[in-house]
């Protein structure tokens, strides 16, 4: 393997980091009083880094008041010579949130970061500064590519349980040193409420932290931020978002469960006083882009959409898919002609023009939802669907039909590399889908894997759809619904690009990195 070290790099965090620990948890959950009381403008939530490319960057930074945002960066912790990045004003209008975009910067190698918060009224004075590290995408290719994926966070009511030491798999994936992090969706539980505690098989207690956000299912701009904000009190989350990058998609979480745009939420459900779902999306997703930094969501943003590619140097280009805002009404999905199907028309229409455009060696296809596994949303003898499939293995029905339009598209255009992620099922599986096998058969064989959850319940294995001929390789899921943590059957999954080879490998993990399954893949060959 080739893939590129940088040894130093978690050393050099734990050091930052360790100085101003007391200084990265808000007020009221272990802040230093003394500096609390300097009237600084504090980081209390720590800083991420998303969407980053050969020469450029998005920071992230949260401040408890308003203040002006600036980013230091240097080649070395030591910070000499550093350059210097001004930010925008974070005040009230964004929950005091804030990105800075970092361009020119060296392609390929290890860029340290510093975030200053200073008072709008008085520069001078500025908060203790809150460090991390990236690494930029290389041009080259015998640097390789190495990132994790998963999904599904704080979900069921399972929450931050200070006595398990928080969200425990955020350590073990920093211990794997990906050059980012993908989260598949389902990054909130925003109609999942989080209670003090909660009973455990075994007659033991589940303790959670709780907030006054997670009392209740969000429904104002004011809960979906605080449901973002609840998850940033764990320590192995700021750490990590402190030391990987992250690519980041949403799924139905975010905003309610299995949600569709138009959706008006039942008279019954007394839990929502808002009934459009519409308005709810709007309010999570304006959340969303303000708590994460994603170069399509930022202020201004153009596109002021989830779906994009982000480019990742010769080997990879990942896809990221958006499967719920142009999505059609759930129903029992077994209509012969849908146009519209589960991505819309424009998003599949740009789907084809990218893949078509991309050189990439691997193109990762990131799916919020899986394509062949049987999600219902309903529990009737005739459920309506929630993801692709509906368990009828003939001929493309319902939203079928707009996944097979793109496999007979990527298969007559010749586009090789094609490999899908998602997570959204709570449990870790890898499918390999055949022609052979199947109803549709105008397609190349490819790979599906699937990873997650992070933190939240874990589910049973989800049966299979045959209209394009999946075969289960490997499955480990529990077999009683909503396992706690403390229960096990939490995954994410890595991915290891190598640079000399173009070998693609694959490997399902548990929450302590430990490795269940492991599948290789060869560039420029079909089926695998």
């Known amino acids: 393997m080739s893939h590129r070290p940088f040894p130093g790099r978690r050393s050099v965090l734990r050091g930052s980091l360790a100085a101003s620990a007391a200084l990265t948890l808000p007020v009221g959950l272990g802040a230093a009083p003394a500096f609390a009381r300097s009237g600084r403008p504090q ?216 949600w569709y745009p138009g959706e008006v939420i039942a008279a019954t459900d007394t839990r929502y006083t808002e009934k459009s779902v519409d308005v709810l999306a709007a309010r999570a997703r304006r959340a969303f882009g303000e708590y994460f930094p994603i170069s399509t969501l930022r202020p201004g943003a153009k596109e002021g959409r989830v779906h994009r590619v982000l480019r990742q140097g010769p080997l990879l280009d990942v896809f990221v898919l958006d499967m719920r805002t142009y999505r059609n009404a759930n129903s029992p999905d077994d209509q012969s002609v849908d146009p519209q199907g589960i991505l819309g028309r424009e998003q599949l229409e740009w789907l084809k023009r990218e893949l078509s455009r991309s050189h990439a060696v691997w193109k990762v296809i990131a799916a919020d939802m899986p394509l062949g596994l049987v999600v219902p949303d309903t529990t009737e003898s005739r459920p309506n669907i929630e993801a692709v499939a509906q368990g009828d293995p003939g001929a493309p029905l319902g939203r079928e039909l707009q996944i097979a339009e793109l496999l007979r598209f990527i298969k007559h255009r010749r586009i090789t590399g094609t490999v899908w992620l998602t997570a959204d099922v709570h449990h870790t599986s890898a499918q390999h889908y055949q022609p052979s096998r199947a109803a549709f058969t105008d397609f190349e064989p490819f790979w599906e894997f699937v990873s997650g959850p992070l933190n939240a319940g874990a589910f049973p294995a989800s049966a299979l759809d045959g209209t394009f001929g999946p075969e289960r390789v490997f499955v480990k899921a529990p077999t009683a619904s909503n396992v706690s943590p403390a229960g096990g059957y939490q995954f994410f999954g890595e991915v290891d690009i190598d640079g000399g080879s173009g070998e693609l490998t694959v490997r399902l993990r548990e929450q302590d990195g430990t490795v269940q399954f492991t599948k290789s893949l060869q560039p420029g060959r079909v089926g695998q």
């Open 43 to 258: 980081a209390g939530w720590g800083v991420q880094t998303g969407d980053v490319t050969t020469d450029s960057g998005l920071v992230w930074v949260r401040s408890d008041r308003p203040a002006r945002m600036i980013v230091e960066t240097s080649a070395t912790e030591s910070f000499r010579n550093p350059r210097r990045f001004h930010g925008p004003l974070l005040d009230a209008g964004t929950d005091f949130t804030g990105t800075t975009r970092l361009r020119g910067l060296p392609s390929g190698e290890q860029i340290h970061y510093r975030v200053l918060l200073a008072d709008p009224d008085d520069p001078r004075r500025t908060g203790e500064p809150v460090a991390g590290a990236f690494r930029t995408v290389s041009r080259h290719r015998r640097d390789g590519v190495r990132f994790l994926w998963s999904g599904d966070l704080a979900g069921q009511g399972w929450g931050i349980n200070p006595d398990r030491g928080g969200y425990r798999i955020y350590d073990a994936m920093a211990g794997l040193d990906p050059d980012f992090f993908l989260c598949s969706g389902d990054n909130i539980y925003a109609d999942g409420p989080i209670s003090p505690t909660q009973a455990l098989p075994d007659g033991s207690t589940w303790r959670n932290v709780t907030t006054e956000e997670k009392a209740k299912v969000a429904e104002t701009l004011a809960e979906f931020r605080g449901n973002f904000r609840y998850n940033l009190l764990d320590d192995n989350l700021r750490r990590f978002n402190a030391q990987v990058p992250s690519i980041v998609q949403w799924d139905d979480h975010e905003v309610r469960n299995n």
